[in-house]
């Protein structure tokens, strides 16, 4: 981050800096076969579009667009396309192909999603990069914001008996790395 946009960022959130994920585990993910993770996240995803479906009606046009959402500290992308309403995830080494792509560190778009950093500073921070169709990612933009996701809920909602020791891992691991994966309280109350 330019120190320009240091100071900005830091007067839009003076509390927060952005971690980025730990090389040595990123290396690890390198490795690992991507179709288990590309089948849980589209499960995922079908459940969040069953409970939210705004979500998706919120895209309009664009409701059957790929995104490419590219975690820069980790060494795989993530390409969503929502398909009307049944959507598809799929994890992959390389660039991917879509119409836009939104680039940032992985605590940086989780952050986005549970609404604990603003987009725009990011944007303007260059923490967070957009490439391809601009229209088309701010109506994903738009449209999570609408939403108000709680992906970490979401998953522990999933998780059955194992709800409780999963919900304490998540408050530790949140609270130890800083990284936003629940939407934050006071987000909430918006």
Request: proline share 9%; with cysteine.
């Amino acid at each position: 981050m330019t120190p320009a946009a240091e100071k900005v960022f830091q007067v839009l959130h003076p509390d927060k800096t952005i971690p980025i994920f730990p090389a040595l585990p990123a290396r690890a993910l390198g490795v690992m076969p991507l179709a288990p993770l590309s089948l849980s996240l589209t499960g995922l995803a079908r459940k969040i579009a069953k409970t939210h479906p705004g979500l998706f009606r919120r895209l309009g046009i664009y409701d059957h667009t790929r995104f490419v959402l590219d975690p820069t500290d980790l060494p795989f992308v993530i390409c969503l396309e929502p398909n009307g309403g049944v959507p598809r995830v799929t994890v992959m080494r390389g660039p991917g192909v879509g119409a836009a792509r939104i680039a940032g560190p992985m605590a940086a778009l989780l952050g986005l999603v549970h609404g604990a950093y603003d987009g725009d500073a990011l944007f303007f921070s260059r923490d967070l990069v957009i490439e391809g169709d601009t229209a088309a990612a701010l109506a994903l933009r738009n449209a999570v914001d609408d939403a108000e996701l709680d992906l970490a809920q979401d998953i522990i909602g999933l998780s059955g008996p194992f709800a409780r020791p999963l919900q304490r891992l998540v408050t530790f691991v949140q609270t130890r790395t800083g990284v936003s994966l629940t939407r934050p309280e006071s987000a909430q109350a918006w």
